[in-house]
């Protein structure tokens, strides 16, 4: 039961948002669960699909099998990112959430089935494109289902359930493959189809995820759907129209424009540490096959340490100066990574450099919900997706190419001698990357002015604090 103070903390908006208060929502607790399943569902088919293609390759073509998995998973978001934050602008994005993890969860439980790995292709394609919609639509609800102080809270929320399910997805693979290959003796179908299992299981998850959303109140909601009622009939050349006054949003904002830059420079520097981490922990620091396993260990701990950390640290500075400090922090650290000469020491740095990329993601989104319209909202975030995606990809293929162009090389300083590989100046140069997107994010929030709530007061504020002094009143007449 409330007490009198927190009864009236909360008619005066001046309630601290907790995680407790959050979860007790019924709406956002139901996306959350949802969230949760499709997540860990997620990750295991990844696994999944994963181990199908390399296995339908064989031994030659394996690796190549499973780069065409991740093509088929990135060009969706290229060609088709903008259209999906049309389509989360104007219909409703519970009906899309629900629509996209139902026919998710068929086309996974349908590769269990599938022969051949154009069939595969195809599918991966067609559930990333579903992607597109649940993504832009999930986000854009968000700031409808919860109030404005407890944001910060949803969004750690949001990625610490979508980035932390990651070793529960493989766990989940690794043991249903094993017991598909103990009972394969004994049906015929698992002998040679040790995925469908995990397949199976993660279609489920995403028709549960699908139930949850159901029963999600938007309370704001109510206009978006009156304005959709009252736009004209989707059409391509319409959807177009819809786009471009998207990207002329991000253009006429400075605080979105800054944001969007900085979260799509910073995707750019971490596609340095994605396509180059297992090089460098292998040739490089001489730390084997299981390295790269420590190196993203370190990474995942230390960015669910700083989005769980966003809520207490803006008690004691700015939101804004936040995400470009951690963007300069994480970094920095990055710097730092590449120099070091042993694995230990390495993931020992890691652990700072994701919290700080995980305050700073967290922080960039919350901003972007706080000052981005409802009805620009989910062309914004599809935005994002896309130039996200698309630096990455440029990034998972020019790092590579650049450190082996450089190739390896060596220096003698003070007598000792210094590992100048080609791998290590990529990672520098990812890292000055970062540092850059820092800068500009910095530049840009400080040209714009933050629309931040102010607490509702039973009595209103004076501009200027109370003072003591002495009034001097003269009487008498003439």
Same mark, same amino acid.
């Given at each position: 039961m409330a007490t009198v103070a927190e009864e009236i903390a909360a008619?005066?908006?001046?309630?601290?948002?907790?995680?407790?208060?959050?979860?007790?929502?019924? =709406? /956002?607790?139901?996306?959350?669960?949802?969230?949760?399943?499709? %997540?860990?569902?997620?990750? @295991?088919?990844?696994?999944?699909?994963?181990?199908?293609?390399?296995?339908? &390759?064989?031994?030659?073509?394996?690796?190549?099998?499973?780069?065409?998995?991740?093509? *088929?998973?990135?060009?969706?978001?290229?060609? /088709? &990112?903008?259209?999906?934050?049309v389509f989360a602008d104007r219909f409703d994005r519970r009906k899309l959430m629900i629509g996209a993890h139902v026919a998710r969860g068929v086309m996974y439980a349908?590769?269990?089935?599938?022969? %051949?790995?154009?069939?595969?292709?195809?599918?991966?394609?067609?559930?990333?494109?579903?992607?597109?919609?649940? $993504?832009p639509a999930k986000d854009a609800i968000v700031p409808n289902l919860v109030p404005r102080r407890q944001l910060a $809270?949803? $969004?750690?929320? $949001?990625?610490?359930?979508?980035?932390?399910?990651?070793?529960?997805?493989?766990?989940?693979y690794t043991a249903l493959a094993g017991i598909a290959t103990a009972i394969g003796a004994r049906i015929d179908f698992f002998e040679g189809r040790p995925e469908a299992l995990a397949l199976w299981l993660g279609a489920l998850a995403f028709f549960f995820s699908a139930r949850m959303v159901s029963g999600i109140d938007p309370r704001r909601g109510a206009g978006l759907r009156a304005r959709a009622g009252a736009a004209p009939r989707l059409s391509p050349g319409l959807a177009f129209q819809e786009i471009?006054? &998207?990207?002329?949003?991000?253009?006429?904002? *400075?605080?979105?424009?800054?944001?969007?830059l900085g979260?799509? +420079?910073?995707?750019?520097?971490?596609?340095?540490?994605? %396509?180059?981490?297992?090089?460098?922990?292998?040739?490089?620091?001489?730390a084997g096959s299981t390295g790269f396993g420590f190196l993203m260990i370190a990474l995942g701990a230390g960015m669910g340490l700083g989005m769980a950390s966003l809520a207490v640290l803006v008690r004691f500075v700015d939101r804004d100066r936040l995400h470009y400090g951690a963007l300069f922090g994480s970094g920095l650290f990055l710097l730092v990574i590449a120099a070091m000469p042993t694995? &230990?020491? *390495?993931?020992?740095? @890691?652990?700072p450099m994701g919290a700080a990329a995980g305050l700073a993601w967290v922080?960039?989104?919350? +901003?972007?919900?706080?000052?981005?319209?409802?009805e620009f909202r989910g062309r914004t975030f599809a935005s994002l997706t896309v130039s996200a995606h698309i630096a990455l990809f440029l990034s998972l293929a020019g790092f590579p190419a650049l450190a082996t162009a450089v190739g390896n090389h060596s220096a003698t300083l003070a007598g000792r001698g210094v590992d100048l590989s080609g791998t290590r100046l990529a990672l520098w140069l990812g890292a000055l990357v970062v540092?850059?997107? =820092? +800068?500009?994010?910095?530049?840009g929030l400080k040209r714009s002015r933050l629309a931040r709530p102010r607490a509702l007061g039973l009595l209103p504020k004076s501009r200027k604090p109370e003072g003591t002094g002495k009034l001097i009143v003269f009487e008498g007449g003439e």
């Open positions: 008619l005066r908006g001046t309630r601290r948002a907790t995680f407790k208060d959050l979860l007790r929502n019924p =709406s /956002f607790s139901r996306l959350w669960r949802s969230m949760l399943a499709s %997540s860990a569902a997620d990750w @295991t088919c990844f696994v999944a699909v994963a181990s199908l293609v390399a296995r339908l &390759g064989g031994e030659r073509l394996g690796g190549t099998a499973v780069a065409g998995v991740m093509v *088929a998973r990135l060009l969706p978001s290229v060609l /088709f &990112g903008p259209i999906a934050g349908s590769m269990a089935f599938v022969p %051949s790995l154009w069939m595969i292709y195809l599918l991966s394609f067609s559930i990333e494109c579903l992607s597109l919609i649940w $993504n $809270n949803a $969004n750690s929320v $949001n990625m610490v359930t979508t980035y932390g399910t990651l070793p529960l997805g493989a766990t989940i471009r006054e &998207g990207i002329r949003f991000l253009r006429k904002h *400075a605080l979105v424009r800054a944001m969007t979260i799509v +420079m910073a995707f750019a520097g971490a596609g340095a540490v994605m %396509s180059l981490g297992p090089v460098f922990s292998r040739y490089t620091l001489h694995i &230990g020491l *390495a993931a020992l740095f @890691t652990v922080s960039g989104y919350t +901003m972007l919900q706080e000052n981005v319209s409802d540092v850059s997107a =820092s +800068m500009l994010s910095r530049r």
